[in-house]
């Protein structure tokens, strides 16, 4: 049997670090190696915990241990402390950036928490386009002086997050019109960003802070923003002209697409996905179609050989044609976003033709790490943006994974081959951070990328790029263009419309550890890499040539059979257990969300049934006249706070949706999650009450077929065998009822779980109180001695005055009190007089204003644990 030599490296490569084989490949590189070890130390530098001093050092060795399999024996030593050295510093100088992250306002040596809520004037410079929705603007002004309360002033360059109020609706018109550069003087109130309120939940002051920014300024109308007519000049104003070329475009296309299609077509376009129909971009993200929306590398790509052929069809030499094209690629980078995936595009095309234009174009993963390793070294945040995660790994698999894919396949036509195999590896690949970050995947998403991505790329995006070019000239002349993609358009909005209307296909997956996030990659690539070299060899043993070992022992393992099995079944089993982690815990949970000032409560019993007690709202005061105040996607709690929350605690349905009664503050969320999360039984009060966001959600319960069912005195429910509901309250109906009064119609329940009781009360009052006591005392109510005393009370009403009253407490003598109710609230709530009440009777009392979501978890044996998400 002939033997295939391997090919003999250059001497000029012999001090390279990295050996990887993949896909019918070979490099060697220095540039891979950094960049890998830089993301080891930046990752580790990251992780936080009780073990964080010694698991940096021990994660860096770990992964250049790993990596070090990939290396021949006699460089091993030499790698290994290459790759620790390159890993420590990387450590410590992510460590070093982190810790000069802090803000620079200071008044008289307060501390943050007390400068937050303190009322200030700020001048400096806009440094941001403005964005206007409904009745807000918001901006980033980097500071230049803040003159605080007792009049002292702070020479101070600080990042601040602007947000202003608008009072009238000719203000959206004013606000619009300022531009980056612009001086302003502004007077509001300092706040610190929102930390995370809820266990998993979105946490903006970390967002804000991998930004430099560590303060918002809330700001009353633009009568209080001062506008300096005399622009300061410099890079703020450059980029002015890029907002205003982009405003320009956007214009364009508004003009010649229809309303419904002009959000999609910017987002498509120039990237500005503000104006993107919020259900037309849940349609796209359930089948996971949202990069579609946004500028990426195919876009990049489109533009460079755009440019190049037409600079060669006006007789430009190649190297002039590369020239030019790299010194526009800035400026089409900043026109379309400058987004996370468009920087790294825009930065390996620069890399690409200045590697051509010196005759030295390398591969493509060259490339994709030195691009990696600028852009992190420039910002090490980006580590921690899902969208340079997604765009760098999912870049980085299809050059590595599709050679070896396209292999495997039985496929011999090589346009059909190289589609599914880019489409197969890309969701691959992207599969693992879409659950981890957003806890949802189609398996139609492979087909709808498949159909869909070629669809738009070589059809929608060339043909509306044309047309706003056009446009740019004359509307009129680019509208049969614009006519002709917008009738393409439809037929695409209405396939995926109607992929996504088929639900069943569509799996909610729990939020996994990230432990299990590296090692599913790490599986997924074992058992491409063996099998794409078992295929190789089997090849090339059918033409009598046998592959040589020349990549040591932890290559050979790779082909190894058993091997190859013992990975598949690791990751089956991984991906399984991921996607069920409740299975083998029984225990149960009862957690108060904070949803601000409302109620919402998730109840996970041992039996892995999922209630949900009403699901918040958020109270708005319109007046005739004023729709200008509503923003395209305005803020919905359900929506925005509560589906998110129990798609990331792998909630696939709700066995019963309790409505304590039918205030807005209780259901405003529910219809958004009715619309994403199957619910099996709606259970409520037997009453109607004829407002708006009632009647919107039993319209959609009927329309989704939910059964609806009244609940009151003497009702129970064994939801599975540890866990029961006893109501208590309101008095049963024959049939349902109207009434416009319902804080005394509230259902009050009583759960027994694991021994533990907790009592959910809506917003019943005194006299409520007082009557329940009355019939429980009476024993008509057969369960009388099930509750007391009481484990766990959800304290009535938000702490309202009227509700909670000491007799109530020395009736059920609870152990602790939650209650339910938003930072700085309106009314007042809670009250002091209730806080008295609780405190007077003993009562530990947890709030979600200041500690956020309060979480009880009930072990078999009934040990109550609870736990706040704000210290």
Not at 140 to 147: F, K, P, Y
Not at 406 to 426: E, G, H, Q
Not at 478 to 498: H, I, M, Q, S, Y
Request: hydrophobic letters at 45%; proline letters at 5%.
């Amino acid at each position: 049997m002939k033997m295939l030599e391997e090919e003999p490296l250059a001497a000029e490569k012999r001090f390279e670090v990295l050996f990887l084989e993949g896909g019918g490949f070979r490099l060697r590189s220095w540039v891979i190696s950094f960049t890998l070890m830089l993301v080891a130390g930046f990752g580790t530098a990251v992780l936080t915990g009780p073990i964080a001093i010694r698991l940096p050092y021990f994660a860096i060795t770990l992964s250049a241990l790993l990596f070090v399999l990939f290396l021949p024996a006699k460089n091993r030593v030499k790698s290994v402390a290459t790759c620790l050295l390159l890993a420590l510093a990387a450590f410590f100088y992510y460590q070093w950036v982190d810790g000069r992250n802090l803000s620079h306002l200071t008044w008289d040596g307060r501390l943050a928490s007390e400068i937050d809520g303190q009322s200030v004037h700020v001048s400096g410079i806009l440094a941001s386009p403005v964005q206007v929705e409904g009745d807000k603007a918001s901006f980033l002004l980097r500071s230049e002086s803040v003159v605080w309360p007792d009049g002292s002033t702070q020479n101070v360059r600080e990042r601040i997050r602007i947000t202003v109020k608008l009072q009238k609706e000719a203000e959206q018109q004013t606000a619009a019109r300022l531009r980056r550069g612009d001086p302003l003087a502004l007077q509001g109130k300092l706040l610190l960003p929102e930390p995370a309120r809820n266990f998993g939940g979105f946490d903006y002051r970390s967002y804000l802070h991998r930004q430099h920014i560590h303060w918002q300024l809330s700001v009353k109308g633009m009568a209080t923003v001062e506008h300096n007519r005399k622009p300061a000049f410099g890079t703020d104003r450059l980029l002015s002209y890029m907002d205003l070329s982009r405003k320009r475009l956007g214009n364009v296309i508004a003009d010649l697409f229809p309303a419904n299609q002009a959000g999609y077509m910017k987002g498509l376009l120039i990237g500005d996905q503000n104006d993107v129909d919020p259900e037309q971009y849940r349609h796209y993200s359930n089948l996971g179609l949202t990069h579609l929306l946004a500028i990426s590398g195919m876009h990049v790509a489109v533009f460079v050989g755009a440019m190049l052929w037409l600079l060669a069809r006006f007789g430009m030499t190649r190297e002039g044609a590369q020239t030019v094209v790299l010194g526009l690629l800035p400026f089409y980078v900043l026109l379309t976003g400058a987004s996370p995936s468009v920087l790294r595009a825009g930065l390996m095309a620069a890399l690409a033709l200045y590697a051509a234009r010196r005759g030295q174009l390398k591969d493509g993963l060259h490339l994709l790490s030195a691009t990696g390793a600028i852009l992190l070294v420039w910002n090490p945040y980006y580590l921690l943006d899902v969208g340079f995660q997604l765009s760098f790994l999912v870049t980085a698999g299809l050059i590595l994974g599709v050679p070896a894919f396209s292999k495997l396949l039985p496929i011999a036509d090589k346009r059909w081959n190289s589609a599914i195999s880019v489409a197969v590896v890309a969701q691959a690949v992207s599969f693992p951070i879409t659950i981890f970050y957003f806890n949802q995947f189609s398996l139609l998403s492979l087909a709808a990328n498949l159909v869909l991505v070629p669809f738009v790329s070589f059809v929608i995006t060339p043909l509306g790029t044309v047309a706003m070019i056009i446009g740019l000239v004359s509307v009129s002349a680019a509208k049969p263009l614009g006519w002709l993609t917008a009738f393409l358009n439809d037929w695409g909005f209405r396939g995926v419309e109607w992929l996504d209307q088929v639900s069943i296909f569509r799996l909610i997956w729990p939020a996994p550890p990230l432990w299990q996030v590296l090692v599913c990659y790490l599986l997924g690539a074992v058992l491409l890499a063996g099998l794409s070299r078992r295929k190789d060899a089997a090849r090339l043993a059918a033409q009598g040539i046998r592959l040589p070992d020349f990549s040591g022992r932890g290559r050979r393992l790779l082909t190894d059979g058993w091997v190859l099995a013992a990975s598949g079944t690791l990751l089956v089993v991984l991906l399984a257990f991921s996607f069920m982690p409740n299975l083998l815990h029984n225990a149960g949970t009862v957690s108060v969300l904070d949803v601000g000032q409302g109620d919402s409560i998730w109840i996970h019993t041992p039996g892995n049934k999922n209630i949900l007690i009403d699901g918040g709202g958020t109270l708005t005061f319109r007046k005739p006249g004023e729709q200008w105040k509503i923003a395209l996607d305005p803020f919905d709690v359900g929506d925005d706070v509560i589906v998110p929350l129990l798609k990331k605690r792998g909630v696939r349905q709700l066995d019963a949706l309790l409505i304590t009664h039918e205030d807005e503050d209780h259901i405003g969320g529910l219809p958004a999650i009715v619309d994403q999360i199957p619910v099996k039984r709606i259970l409520f009060n037997g009453t109607l009450k004829a407002s708006d966001a009632a009647i919107k959600l039993f319209e959609a319960a009927i329309e989704k077929d939910i059964p609806l069912i009244p609940v009151g005195e003497g009702d129970s429910w064994q939801v599975d065998k540890s866990t029961t509901l006893y109501f208590l309250q309101p008095a049963k109906t024959a049939e349902v009822t109207p009434s416009k009064e319902q804080n005394g119609k509230s259902v009050v329940t009583l759960m027994e779980m694991y021994k533990r009781t907790f009592l959910f009360t809506g917003d019943m009052e005194a006299e409520e109180e007082a009557q329940l006591m009355y019939r429980l005392e009476e024993s008509r109510i057969t369960m009388a001695a099930v509750g007391r005393p009481l484990d766990f009370l959800k304290t009535a009403h938000h702490g309202s005055k009227t509700s909670t009253t000491a007799e109530w407490l020395a009736y059920w003598q609870p152990k602790i009190a939650a209650i339910s109710v938003g930072e700085n609230n309106l009314y007042g709530h809670p009250t002091p007089v209730v806080l008295d009440r609780l405190n007077d009777s003993g009562v530990v009392t947890f709030r979600t204003d200041k500690q956020g979501e309060i979480r009880a978890r009930v072990t078999p044996s009934g040990k109550l644990v609870l736990e706040t998400k704000i210290k």
